[in-house]
């Protein structure tokens, strides 16, 4: 099984930026879709963004679009989540998932197989 570790999460000002990774380690991810998810206080983890193995199809959530991007460096085994415009709603644990088991049609928990511990990212408004 893959292990995946979140990193670059923070306290950001509404408004700004970061740039979340997610390094893969036990085996390559390069032929794996790759998604982001998220948890805030007293919420259900709900989907981020999802990339394909090469990265050129992507989706994300409604709430994240024009924000947000996936992208993958296969070289390094390695996933991204860039966030930009960041709002307060955003604060929550950002998770890192693998093994689809519905390809680049997964939305839910139940469709991931592996996860990372996850980071915190928290905005202030």
């Known amino acids: 099984q893959v292990q995946l570790i979140e990193s670059g999460g923070g306290l950001v000002q509404a408004g700004g930026s970061l740039r979340l990774s997610c390094a893969a380690s036990?085996?390559?991810?390069?032929?794996?879709?790759m998604g982001w998810f998220r948890q805030a206080p007293g919420k259900e983890r709900e989907f981020v963004a999802i990339?394909?193995?090469?990265?050129?199809?992507?989706y994300y959530a409604d709430s994240v679009k024009g924000r947000f991007t996936i992208s993958r460096d296969n070289a390094k085994n390695t996933v991204y989540l860039q966030m930009s415009s960041l709002k307060a709603e955003d604060t929550a644990v950002y998770y890192c998932?693998?093994?689809?088991?519905?390809?680049?049609?997964?939305?839910?928990?139940?469709?991931?197989?592996?996860w990372g511990q996850g980071t915190q990212v928290t905005v202030s408004s």
């Open positions: 998932a693998a093994d689809s088991l519905r390809g680049l049609a997964a939305r839910e928990v139940s469709d991931f197989g592996s």
């Open positions: 036990g085996r390559t991810i390069s032929s794996v879709v």
């Open positions: 990339a394909s193995w090469g990265g050129g199809v992507t």
